[in-house]
């Protein structure tokens, strides 16, 4: 699972299919799940056991559960209002502010309607936030901003205990870095490894063989982007290739093969982000989220003011704009995006900068997910 503040254990089977085309996508608006300001939406999930359930976390908003038989109309069935995850920004955390606890929380989702917290940890230091959770098995990898990977123990669904803690290297790919922006973001996790999207400080390979001890195995950060901003987001891993999302600078596809020389195979960069003088502020995009839709191999990418782009990676050497959502005008700004079988989520934020965007809540999107099996 990917920025969302509880557990859920699910089963995926895969199939060999045929790549879908780019030009058959048909996105179609189903319904709005508006929110407020304050109960800024962040991000959201799809029940992965086929229950017709969607789980949207905010900030103060908490955890707030509803029922998606129908995509038109989505009903509000359970609020886990943050009171009962002991007043922690969870995982998704407020880290937006340096004043929250890195931590998570279990939630039990057998019966949504009847969702129950089962365990709740926080971090000792309330400087931080929480940016992220990921389940493998037993243990539960934290991306607690400042403060690095956390690996707790997950196994008594009751209680979380805190394994290990490491802090990549600050001093890469700057020398003389700016602590504040080297924040851990997005995780993917395959085998032992744990490929850590650490912000300004781009993306690590950290072993987590020995849980007590993780070390880093191998980094990397586009050399194009010395003395630029720099933000890796978020990221993907379908076999040997990563997808990173790098905010204003697009998507990188990266070679995982040997995470000790992670290299760099193609990079999707409409924004010239290196050359151009679109900065930061001034992007008409900033991609941070990511799913995979693995057997139609696209990428569907929450891409700030810009909403949504969806990236066909059939050939990883050579990515391809394969559709949209939304757009610059519109005065909205996306923070994530989930998908499920065919239908897409895309939650937008409350934002000044550093894209303007002035609703926030989830839009329910179908789209034609007819990838064929290859029999």
């Not at 050399?223 to 630029?228: G, H, R, T």
């Not at 969806?310 to 959502?325: E, K, L, T």
């Not at 939650?347 to 789209?367: D, E, H, M, Q, R």
Request: glycine content about 8%; overall charge neutral.
């Amino acid at each position: 699972m990917k920025i969302f503040p509880f557990i859920l254990i699910f089963i995926l089977i895969g199939s060999h299919t045929l790549p879908l085309p780019c030009y058959n996508l048909n996105i179609q608006h189903q319904a709005d799940i508006p929110s407020t300001c304050f109960n800024l939406t962040m991000t959201m999930l799809h029940d992965k056991q086929d229950k017709p359930y969607l789980y949207v976390a905010g900030k103060e908003g908490g955890l707030k559960i509803y029922d998606v038989t129908n995509l038109t109309s989505p009903q509000l069935v359970k609020t886990i209002p943050i009171t009962s995850l002991n007043n922690l920004y969870l995982a998704l955390g407020n880290h937006f502010t340096n004043s929250q606890n890195p931590g998570m929380a279990i939630i039990d989702v057998s019966n949504p309607p009847s969702a129950s917290v089962t365990a709740a940890w926080k971090f000792s230091k309330s400087d931080g936030g929480g940016g992220i959770v990921m389940a493998s098995g037993n243990y539960a990898y934290l991306g607690a901003m400042k403060h690095g990977l956390i690996i707790l123990d997950i196994l008594n669904k009751s209680s979380i205990s805190q394994v290990s803690q490491f802090v990549p290297d600050l001093k890469f790919p700057d020398k003389k870095p700016d602590e504040k922006k080297i924040n851990a973001r997005g995780m993917a996790i395959t085998g032992d490894i744990v490929f850590l999207c650490y912000d300004a400080g781009g993306i690590r390979a950290i072993n987590v063989s020995n849980k007590q001890a993780p070390y880093e195995e191998g980094r990397f950060s586009n050399p194009e982007l010395n003395n630029k901003p720099r933000a890796y987001n978020n990221v993907v891993i379908d076999g040997n290739y990563a997808y990173c999302t790098v905010d204003y600078c697009g998507l990188e596809v990266l070679n995982v093969s040997n995470p000790k020389n992670i290299s760099l195979v193609s990079w999707w960069n409409p924004y010239n982000c290196q050359k151009s003088g679109w900065g930061w502020f001034s992007s008409p995009g900033h991609l941070n989220e990511i799913d995979y839709n693995k057997e139609c191999k696209l990428l569907f990418i929450s891409s700030g003011k810009s909403d949504l782009h969806v990236i066909n990676v059939s050939n990883p050497a050579a990515p391809d704009s394969c559709g949209y959502y939304g757009g610059v005008n519109n005065d909205m700004g996306t923070w994530g995006v989930s998908i499920y079988q065919n239908q897409i989520y895309l939650s937008y934020v409350c934002a000044f900068i550093p894209f303007a965007s002035n609703w926030t809540g989830v839009k329910i999107l179908t789209y034609d997910n007819n990838c064929k099996k290859d029999d």
